[in-house]
């Protein structure tokens, strides 16, 4: 059974950071694509960052460009999202996911797996 765990949300005020992880387990994520979306209260889903099988290649919404960071681990298994300079539109739960083709994608209906999400809250 495919699971893709993620951690390390919470609560932190505006100007600080974050580090997410991202635990497969039940597929090799090295095979994957991996990427990262958010919602907000009563928004859709939204693109933050995928990432190549091999980590050669990244790509970010514009909204987080030069903030965050997202980078894997083949060998641990995990993708990260790294987060600094948050703001209080920040605010979300952020989900990982698995997409079982190489080409990077901002759509998350072309991802095969989601994690069950993790709470990020930006107070001002």
């Known amino acids: 059974q495919v699971q893709l765990g993620e951690s390390g949300g919470g609560l932190v005020q505006a100007g600080g950071s974050l580090r997410l992880s991202c635990a497969a387990s039940g597929l090799t994520i090295s095979h994957f694509g991996m990427g990262w979306f958010r919602q907000a209260s009563g928004k859709e889903r939204e693109f933050v960052a995928a990432i190549s099988r091999s980590g050669d290649n990244t790509n970010y919404a514009d909204s987080v460009k030069g903030r965050f960071t997202i980078s894997r681990d083949n060998a641990r298994n995990t993708v990260y999202l790294q987060m600094s300079s948050l703001k209080p539109e920040d605010t979300a739960v952020y989900y990982c996911?698995?997409?079982?083709?190489?080409?990077?994608?901002?759509?998350?209906?072309?991802?095969?797996?989601w994690g069950q999400g993790s709470q990020v809250t930006v107070s001002s």
């Open positions: 996911a698995a997409r079982g083709f190489a080409k990077l994608t901002t759509t998350p209906g072309d991802y095969n797996y």
